[in-house]
């Protein structure tokens, strides 16, 4: 079975571009959430996703933005990217919002570079 | 802020159990301990998680006390590929699903 799929795996950009970055979902599970992991740190929630509606978001700025579509997949949109985005963007899966035991899965992340 | 403490680094020989502390004193009733590790550059990996009693599956065991206040995942033969950084996360019930991660505990596997 496939499990949650990220791409692009590496990315390059420059100061002040856009990026966007993709996530497949675990077969059946519903839910999907984006972290940010800064080299020497663990991961910091960004945002989540249940059924196309956000459903939670950490504490970053509004250059950052996602969307879930009805196949369940999502993208993280970065806009006017800074030095300090440059990170590991992980996205994890889950079967649904409600049930309490509920366990996230991650994908193998995007590695993010701005220059 | 976290809610979880954890020692920044342990070794461990090989084929030897590997007992990872932590300490979530201020873990409240409706909370779960979750533990998940990270190899390098790779996307977490969910390893077991538990509320009250003592859990075990394929991958670890976790022992957590009974005032709630500690926990140790026990990996019972470890080997080389079980060099990684070990997260305890504690996670409420309920809908909100924002995960808190704290720095976690390198773990060292020597031969």
């Known amino acids: 079975d496939a499990g949650v799929t990220q791409s692009p795996t590496h990315l390059i950009k420059t100061r002040g571009q856009h990026v966007t970055l993709r996530c497949s979902p675990i077969?059946?599970?519903?839910?999907v959430s984006w972290y940010q992991q800064v080299l020497g740190q663990g991961p910091q929630f960004i945002f989540q996703?249940?059924?196309?509606?956000?459903?939670g978001r950490g504490n970053f700025p509004d250059r950052f933005s996602a969307r879930q579509f009805p196949n369940y997949s999502s993208e993280l949109n970065v806009n006017a990217l800074l030095l300090g985005d440059s990170a590991l963007y992980l996205c994890?899966?889950?079967?649904?919002?409600?049930?309490?035991?509920?366990?996230?899965?991650f994908g193998p992340g995007t590695r993010l570079t701005v220059l | 802020d976290a809610k979880t403490t954890q020692p920044p680094s342990m070794d461990c020989a090989e084929g030897r159990a590997a007992n990872l502390p932590c300490n979530h004193s201020t873990i409240s009733g409706n909370e779960y301990v979750y533990w998940y590790r990270q190899i390098h550059s790779q996307g977490p990996q969910y390893i077991i998680h538990g509320l009250k009693n003592n859990e075990t599956n394929e991958m670890a065991s976790l022992i957590i006390t009974e005032d709630r206040k500690s926990s140790t995942l026990i990996l019972p033969h470890a080997t080389l590929r079980d060099t990684a950084v070990y997260y305890c996360?504690?996670?409420?019930?309920?809908?909100?699903?924002?995960?808190?991660w704290g720095a976690g505990t390198k773990l060292i596997i020597k031969p």
């Open positions: 077969s059946g599970h519903k839910s």
């Open positions: 996703y249940y059924e196309k509606e956000e459903r």
């Open positions: 994890a899966s889950s079967l649904s919002l409600a049930v309490s035991t509920d366990t996230q899965y």
């Open positions: 996360i504690v996670r409420p019930r309920g809908s909100n699903y924002q995960l808190i």
